[in-house]
């Protein structure tokens, strides 16, 4: 795995923490934030509808971030970072 280019350039984005989003890692790479997160699904018939969110969570997934206009937005992106897929 090649090097993640640290770009610390205070990516200000304020990313609220939920009560169904477990953050396992979160990386910065072309000016977004990327997030792997396990997450309930908030079906109340599902696994991940008990136990401990960084187990039992659907995932890890990874999400970016970045914000547009002022506001956040995010995205899923999937199983692997975009900097793994060249
Ligand atoms: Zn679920």
């Known amino acids: 795995m090649r090097a993640i280019a640290t770009e610390e350039q205070q990516t200000a984005l304020n990313i609220p923490s939920r009560s169904n989003i477990a953050v396992a890692d979160r990386q910065h790479y072309q000016g977004k934030i990327y997030q792997h997160e396990k997450?309930?699904?908030?079906?109340?018939?599902?696994?991940?509808?008990?136990?401990?969110?960084?187990?039992?969570?659907?995932?890890?997934?990874?999400?970016?971030?970045?914000?547009?206009?002022?506001r956040l937005r995010s995205q899923y992106i999937g199983k692997r970072p975009p900097w793994e897929l060249d």
């Open 39 to 70: 997450r309930r699904c908030g079906k109340t018939a599902c696994r991940c509808s008990e136990g401990n969110l960084s187990k039992v969570g659907h995932g890890p997934y990874w999400y970016a971030y970045w914000k547009e206009n002022g």
